[in-house]
């Protein structure tokens, strides 16, 4: 079945720095491909999404391009800041999933510390 | 405009007490609806979703349940809590022709059973 693995966390950063987040997928077909972000308290929101091979996703300085030869959808950003603390999960929905639901990964922690 | 409401925010409750979390979804028909959990520092656990009008599927088999007396009303239940049913619960939906435009998400439900 669809599955997701992103890196475990905490992941924690300098303001300022470069962050990457892991994700890799496991699916037949093309499936379309998510980030969310959920910050402390709150529900997730809608991060980024990619829904064919190549297309690259982007939302506030936040990228990820979505790589069928590696099976991939990385989340990058180039230089964070204490805001962006809170736990980032990828998602999959299936090519022919028709109702079934999206698959998440177990997300990640991210703290950035000033 | 589509908007999703989830009531209460925060809820304690005794063990033993019975549970009643409602979502309702405003701006559309016929969506999918999904009841997750989030217990502290864990990912997201699918508990219920449902495409249709009394249609229900569990995907955990706990002492909780879910039912779908409206369209766009979805109701999560208790008869007993446990203390393990503490948790961050998150309803979402989803249009049936939706795959790739992923989930919305409320804004959640804390509850502390003691």
């Known amino acids: 079945g669809n599955s997701v693995t992103q890196m475990e966390g905490p992941v924690t950063l300098s303001e300022e720095a470069f962050l990457t987040i892991n994700c890799t997928y496991t699916a037949t077909g093309y499936p379309s491909l998510f980030w969310y972000v959920q910050y402390p308290g709150e529900g997730l929101q809608l991060l980024l999404k990619a829904t064919k091979a190549d297309d690259k996703g982007s939302n506030k300085g936040f990228e990820a391009t979505y790589r069928k030869e590696t099976t991939s959808f990385h989340l990058e950003k180039g230089s964070v800041q204490v805001s962006d603390s809170a736990v980032y999960f990828c998602a999959l929905s299936g090519q022919n999933s028709g109702n079934t639901p999206l698959v998440f990964g177990k997300g990640t922690r991210l703290s950035v510390i000033a | 405009s589509q908007t999703i409401h989830q009531w209460p925010a925060t809820l304690v409750q005794p063990v033993g007490s019975p549970l009643s979390l409602e979502c309702t979804v405003e701006?559309?028909?016929?969506?999918?609806l999904y009841w997750y959990r989030q217990a502290a520092g864990r990912g997201l656990q699918l508990l219920f979703y449902s495409v249709g009008i009394g249609q229900i599927s569990s995907e955990v088999p706990q002492n909780l349940s879910a039912s779908r007396p409206q369209d766009r009303q979805f109701i999560l239940s208790s008869k007993k809590l446990l203390l393990s049913d503490s948790g961050f619960y998150l309803c979402?939906?989803?249009?049936?022709?939706?795959?790739?435009?992923?989930?919305?998400f409320g804004s959640g439900t804390r509850l502390t059973v003691v």
């Open positions: 979402a939906w989803r249009t049936i022709r939706g795959r790739t435009l992923g989930y919305t």
């Open positions: 701006g559309t028909s016929n969506p999918n």
